[in-house]
């Protein structure tokens, strides 16, 4: 698990809403014009409510018929009964529209992380990614349910309510105008003092969750070296960080509240005050005084609800920025895979079924030419490689030298330069002809045989049977695994990988089996067993390219390719070849195929 960047704080933007969101969730393109027009009709409705109601005690005051007043009481009601109805249908707009656009921004994150894949990852902190679209996502219902809609009736509303103040009352409209501009001034303020404490509150809950998830892999480690308390007590000191952040949110939010209170009850007491000494002097007709007075508070009313929502939101706020910069990088990503390419790589890829037509063992199943893998600051390469069906290639190399490197390039996984072959054509990557087993199992919740025959719509018993027993798995097929393969030892996880990655050799998905130090955690005995099970493989027509540190290995391969690490920092590896079983020269040339 990467680490990197785990103290630092998200960054947030600025902006009260982010371009971004609109390219990326067009879900909430509809939802905001829906509700621009509900709001529109709730306005229509407070000025329609208030001069009705303003109307009906104006009349009373000065004496009207019953009669002539029941019109406006009516009219009043019928209000009311709408504005309560435009409010519930917004309110169910805002959570169906934040339910969509949260559920294609989860859907738009997770394609991305694929679209990226582990060579990104490597780079990130998967503790931090899984707080963004665990915790992050579900904040981001208060955004779209309740920050953004009220940013929407602030743009909407507040217009209109002051232009009806001012054309009522120009007097009451100019004390407005110039005491409104307050309230945006704090809020700005506030938000500033919001966006660092809720930054900091952010940063505290990523850095816990990548504190656990490090804490529960390696707890047997600490155990075994009497380190858990002190792991516990770490843990501890991040969550009093957090509660005590926490607590700052909440205090920075409850200023706000009042601040903003504060400032609009104030501005409203001024209107009021004036319009009732010029009522008292018979400057202003009471109509207009009363109707003038019901729509201030009314005025102010949108502008002290973004701030009360801006707090509810913040936390989602705070992760829409890393979901938009994840979904920027897979943008950028894609433009070099170009729908030509995809379609390339489709076409030029052998189908199920197929291996019969690859058994030529003059035509390389797989082959590189001038290959270089960037990691890093290392350049690894130039590899010349050639997989034949029904032979075992086995790359050999000290640590470091770049050997899995190679492979991630392989499955694009990796930046590479060179030329990459599929059965004599070139392709972006082989991962659709490889059937890779890693030095991590990878398995999953779930049976072992789910594990086995993962990505088969169709699983066949039978062959996942096969394929557990001629990888030596001794457990059965219908054993439940808990979470990253919980419940089976170190080795039988490495056996259950390999026997996944037979399942889709013989599945006919994959026409290359790649094992990255497959007996790594296996006794003599058993690495014997898959070695000659990796030898029948090979001669039932499969290309094997094996990478171990395990001489033993020797005696299958073929060919034996030896990468030694570059000497300096970008300077180029050295591949050599020889005929196995002997032990590959170093030389400074390309790899020479030959049998």
């Known amino acids: 698990m990467s680490t990197d960047a785990v103290d630092a704080p998200p960054r947030v933007s600025n902006r009260p809403i982010d371009p971004r969101l609109l390219r990326y969730s067009t879900a909430s393109r509809g939802f905001l014009v829906t509700t621009a027009a509900i709001v529109l009709a709730q306005t229509g409705t407070t000025i329609g409510f208030a001069y009705a109601l303003t109307r009906a005690l104006v009349g009373a005051i000065e004496g009207e018929r019953v009669e002539t007043l029941l019109p406006w009481v009516g009219l009043g009601a019928v209000l009311v009964v709408l504005r309560a109805l435009l409010i519930a249908a917004g309110e169910r707009t805002s959570a169906r529209g934040a339910a969509r656009a949260s559920l294609q921004l989860r859907d738009g994150l997770v394609r991305a992380v694929e679209k990226l894949g582990p060579g990104w990852l490597t780079g990130r902190n998967s503790a931090a990614l899984a707080v963004t679209a665990g915790h992050g996502l579900e904040a981001l219902d208060a955004y779209f349910g309740r920050y953004l809609p009220q940013l929407v009736a602030t743009a909407v509303t507040m217009p209109i309510l002051v232009l009806a103040i001012l054309v009522s009352d120009p007097l009451s409209g100019l004390t407005v105008i110039i005491t409104m501009p307050l309230i945006p001034i704090f809020m700005v303020l506030i938000g500033m003092a919001t966006r660092a404490v809720q930054n900091t509150q952010y940063g505290t809950l990523r850095r816990l969750a990548t504190r656990f998830a490090d804490t529960v892999a390696g707890l047997s480690t600490l155990k075994i070296y009497g380190r858990q308390h002190r792991a516990a007590d770490s843990m501890e000191t991040v969550t009093r960080d ?76 705070a992760a829409t920025d890393e979901i938009f910069d994840t979904l920027d990088a897979a943008s950028i990503s894609a433009v070099a895979d170009s729908p030509a390419v995809e379609r390339a790589q489709r076409d030029e890829t052998p189908g199920v079924g197929e291996r019969a037509q690859l058994t030529d063992r003059d035509a390389p199943l797989l082959s590189t030419r001038g290959l270089t893998v960037t990691r890093g600051d290392r350049l690894i390469g130039p590899i010349d490689l050639d997989v034949r069906a029904g032979e075992i290639v086995l790359l050999v190399g000290p640590s470091g030298a770049g050997k899995s490197s190679l492979l991630a390039a392989l499955l694009g996984f990796a930046p590479a330069d060179g030329e990459i072959r599929v059965t004599g054509k070139v392709a972006a990557d082989a991962r659709r002809i490889l059937s890779w087993v890693g030095q991590w199992a990878g398995l999953m919740a779930g049976t072992v045989g789910q594990n086995v025959a ?34 089976l030892s170190g080795g039988q996880a490495q056996r259950v990988a390999i026997a996944r990655g037979l399942y889709r050799l013989r599945s006919g ?35 094997v390219l094996l990478i171990s540190h395990r001489t033993s290995a020797r005696a299958i391969a073929d060919r034996i390719l030896t990468l030694a690490p570059p000497a300096a920092s970008h300077a180029p590896a050295v591949v050599a070849a ?14 020479a195929e030959g049998r």
């Not at 990255?516 to 001669?539: K, V, Y």
């Not at 020889?578 to 790899?591: K, Q």
Request: charged residues 20%.
């Open 242 to 317: 957090y509660k005590r952040e926490t607590m700052a949110v909440l205090r920075v939010s409850f200023l706000s509240g009042f601040a903003l209170e504060f400032l609009a009850s104030i501005s409203v007491a001024i209107i009021a005050v004036t319009i009732g000494f010029r009522l008292l002097g018979g400057e202003m007709p009471l109509l207009v005084g009363l109707f003038v007075l019901l729509l201030a508070p009314e005025a102010y009313l949108p502008l002290r609800q973004v701030g009360v929502q801006f707090h509810a939101a913040a936390e989602g706020v």
């Open 509 to 543: 998905r994959a026409h290359v089996l790649v094992l990255d130090e497959p007996s790594s955690a296996l006794d003599a005995q058993t690495e014997g067993e898959i070695w000659r099970m990796l030898r029948a493989e090979a001669d039932s027509g499969a290309g």
């Open 578 to 591: 020889s005929a196995a079983p002997d032990v590959a020269a170093t030389a400074p040339a390309r790899m």
């Open 454 to 487: 993962l990505g088969d719509a169709a699983p066949e018993a039978a062959r996942i049977d096969a394929c557990l027993r001629d990888a030596r798995v001794d457990v059965p097929a219908d054993l439940t695994l808990g979470a990253t393969g919980s419940g």
